[in-house]
């Protein structure tokens, strides 16, 4: 009887292990928003930085990156879980995006009324923009890792 819950106990340690294995290499730990959330500071910060036209060409050359190692790292993972967390994240951000992008213009338009927003204001809208990217990447990472409060005993 003894031995029979000593194998119960190991065979759930074991799985236990093996689930938290998965989580850590499979597309639920959090790598690419956190990544995405990178891309967008470091573009937009590139439009304070540089000239319209060049800092629009260098994002759009490390957007196509960006997508690029997403592809091939999804593609690489050991684990292909059947269920996607945030599946609609990226979908959800754009319109976000779009919100904060359009958002800034306006306002820097209207309160500065000048050729160029302020330097600054392309970061301050990165910032604003990234930080959903940041804070669900880092709230997967967390589950994954096992240290978040949504994992199971």
């Keep these: 009887m003894e031995t029979e819950m000593q194998q119960a106990r190991e065979a759930l340690r074991t799985i236990a292990e093996a689930e938290s294995a998965a989580r850590r290499h499979g597309p639920n730990n959090g790598t690419v928003p956190l990544v995405w959330g990178v891309v967008v500071l470091v573009g937009m910060i590139g439009f304070d930085l540089m000239p319209g036209q060049i800092a629009a060409l260098t994002l759009g050359l490390i957007a196509a990156a960006a997508s690029l190692w997403t592809s091939v790292y999804n593609w690489r993972l050991p684990v292909q879980p059947r269920k996607?967390?945030?599946?609609?994240?990226?979908?959800?951000?754009?319109?976000?995006?779009?919100?904060?992008?359009?958002?800034?213009?306006?306002?820097?338009?209207?309160?500065?009324?000048?050729?160029?927003?302020?330097?600054?204001?392309?970061?301050?809208?990165?910032?604003?923009?990234?930080?959903?990217?940041?804070?669900?990447?880092?709230?997967?990472?967390?589950?994954?890792?096992?240290?978040?409060?949504?994992?199971?005993?």
């Design 84 to 153: 996607i967390e945030n599946k609609w994240l990226f979908a959800w951000w754009a319109l976000f995006h779009a919100a904060v992008l359009m958002g800034g213009l306006a306002l820097g338009s209207h309160f500065w009324r000048a050729e160029r927003m302020q330097p600054g204001a392309w970061t301050v809208m990165g910032l604003v923009d990234s930080a959903p990217l940041f804070y669900i990447g880092w709230r997967m990472r967390r589950r994954a890792r096992g240290d978040g409060e949504e994992t199971r005993p």
